[in-house]
């Protein structure tokens, strides 16, 4: 296990792109008693570009029919009509942010993959990169990734500060049993009332700062 105690918040309102990424944001200020994992959903048709992804590039994948917002992890391109969403706050002061970059996502990941196989996918991780090149997340798995039948189903973007780490995932398929494999003790958490936190996120700045 990853930790000895989780705290898990169902977050039940579907909130817009700009919304839900700064509430992640704002979770990363909320850590110091420990790790955070919240689900989450998307009000709309919401496609989030990796830190250095372009606009552009996501129009040209996914059209104009779509609304776009800039994650503040890196990655692919990622289209979340159809994915479980969710993200993981890790305070400084858990051991797993010991871990470098790569062996924090595979740990991730190994316990995503036990929460899809729970609920019935048969899955494994990616030993190494696809060949190709792709912006948009699924259609390219790098090493670590989870994959089904040689089909991406899984993958993620984090962001390393002083605070900890910041994780946030997309996943074909449910995984609402992943913090069961990610602690030893899982404990409900509510948020407190939360505003309006989308101000930068939501700016035409944010969205277009990558050309």
């Known amino acids: 296990m990853l930790f000895d105690n989780l705290r898990v918040w169902r977050d039940s309102v579907a909130r817009s792109g700009p919304e ?9 200020t909320q850590a110091e008693e420990g ?20 606009l552009e590039e996501g129009q040209r994948l996914f059209g104009n029919e ?13 289209d979340h009509r159809e994915d479980s969403t969710y993200t ?20 991730i990941h190994r316990a995503v ?29 790098v090493r670590w990734d989870v994959v089904a039948e040689g089909k991406k189903v899984a993958g993620a973007g984090q962001r390393r500060g002083r605070w900890g780490i910041l994780h946030q995932g997309s996943v074909m398929g449910g995984v609402e049993r992943l913090g069961d494999f990610l602690a030893k003790k ?23 700062r990558v050309r």
């Open 186 to 208: 899982v404990t409900v958490w509510e948020s407190p009332q939360l505003g309006d936190l989308s101000e930068r996120y939501g700016g035409d700045d944010w969205l277009k």
């Open 66 to 78: 779509v609304f776009y917002v800039r994650r503040w992890t890196g990655g692919g391109i990622v």
């Open 113 to 141: 993959v036990a929460a899809l196989e729970a609920g019935g996918t048969n899955c494994e991780l990616a030993v190494g990169d696809a060949g190709g090149e792709s912006a948009a997340c699924f259609e390219r798995p």
């Open 35 to 54: 790790p955070i994992l919240r689900f989450y959903d998307w009000a709309g048709d919401w496609v989030s570009l990796g830190y250095f992804q372009s």
């Open 88 to 107: 993981l706050v890790m305070p400084r002061a858990e051991r797993a942010t010991s871990l470098r970059g790569g062996e924090i996502y595979c740990a």
């Open 20 to 28: 839900n990424m700064a509430v992640d944001e704002w979770l990363t």
